[in-house]
């Protein structure tokens, strides 16, 4: 059974930073692009970072600058640092390991994680 499993998440104060991880097993880290999404309340989930084929990260442009996907290979673990933090920025925050196959996409979902911002 595949699993992601984040962390990192909680109450953070608006200007505040937060780093979230995702991990999971090495067979999907390794063969899957990593990306996270989130999901506020009352809206749809949107994409925050997304890796590339090549691994390159790239972010909407309602995130570009304070949003900073990387990934350990080390320890499977793909990150989400999340710098001037606004209160706009609370929704639960949910990690997606995805790959194209032959018969559609193939992907897979964290159980998610709350992000609160607020003083």
């Known amino acids: 059974q595949v699993q992601l499993v984040e962390s990192g998440g909680g109450l953070v104060q608006p200007g505040g930073s937060l780093r979230l991880s995702c991990v999971t097993s090495?067979?999907?880290?390794?063969?899957?692009?990593m990306a996270w999404y989130r999901q506020a309340p009352g809206k749809q989930r949107e994409l925050v970072a997304t890796?590339?084929?090549?691994?390159?990260?790239v972010y909407p442009g309602s995130v570009q600058g304070r949003f900073t996907l990387s990934r350990d290979n080390a320890k499977n673990t793909v990150y989400l640092q999340i710098d001037s933090l606004k209160p706009d920025d609370t929704a639960v925050y949910y990690c997606?390991?995805?790959?194209?196959?032959?018969?559609?996409?193939?992907?897979?979902w964290g159980q998610g994680i709350q992000v609160t911002v607020s003083s």
């Open positions: 997606n390991a995805a790959r194209r196959t032959d018969i559609g996409l193939q992907q897979y």
């Open positions: 890796e590339t084929d090549g691994r390159r990260a």
């Open positions: 090495e067979a999907i880290f390794s063969t899957y692009v």
